[in-house]
């Protein structure tokens, strides 16, 4: 039976039943929940200082009004980076190399975003479609290529998610499997092969990161 590297891409199923939902669900479980009392213990500490120094970081390009964006934003950046690097555990399934959940989640913010632009600012929301300076005869195309770039930025960003996991996750399973063949034959290049191997996942745990 020949070996198929992209049944690690397939969504988990039990008794005909997708496994997705706990698939998205574990890497809040692992998350300790805050409790009330003054003094907490050292990882509830070390959540409360990541999880407030990555939202000022994530929120100083933004003015006050997209302050109440803040739950929404940090609670995804949180979960897809759990989930990332989750998906880099031995025999895991992850979510984010499915192209339909990077896009549930991209189209519905990109659309919330257009629409909260055009309603709160639509001069300059608007604008963007036109760059300043753009001579007359090219302005009904700058116009069709800007609206085009506009409305294919979810999917872009999707694919590219999805693109990055799974070529990151076939390489370290190809070269593994490499290794392991050349271990009985060839110890020098197996050992080569490995080193290979540890510094492609150390790239990748960095990939996950930041997609």
């Not at 759990?82 to 399934?93: A, E």
Request: net charge positive.
């Amino acid at each position: 039976m020949a070996l198929n590297f992209f049944d690690q891409f397939m969504s988990p199923t039990f008794l005909g039943i997708p496994l997705i939902a706990i698939a998205l669900t574990l890497p809040w479980v692992l998350y300790p929940s805050p409790s009330s009392r003054w003094l907490n213990n050292r990882i509830i500490t070390l959540q409360s200082w990541f999880i407030n120094r990555f939202t000022q970081q994530l929120l100083i390009p933004l003015n006050p009004g997209g302050h109440k964006w803040a739950l929404l934003l940090t609670s995804l950046m949180i979960f897809l980076l759990s989930i990332n690097l989750l998906g880099l555990l031995p025999y895991t399934f992850t979510p984010t190399t499915q192209l339909s959940l990077n896009m549930g989640l991209a189209a519905p913010l990109w659309l919330a975003t257009v629409i909260i632009g055009l309603r709160n600012q639509p001069t300059a929301a608007l604008g963007h479609l036109l760059p300043e300076g753009t001579p007359t005869p090219l302005i009904p195309i700058l116009i069709i290529i800007e609206t085009i770039s506009l409305f294919i930025r979810p999917l872009a960003l999707g694919v590219r998610l999805t693109a990055n996991l799974t070529a990151g996750h076939l390489l370290i399973q190809l070269i593994a499997t490499a290794a392991f063949v050349l271990l009985p034959t060839m110890t020098t290049m197996a050992l080569l092969t490995a080193t290979i191997l540890f510094l492609l996942t150390l790239l990748e745990i960095a990939v996950a990161m930041i997609q």
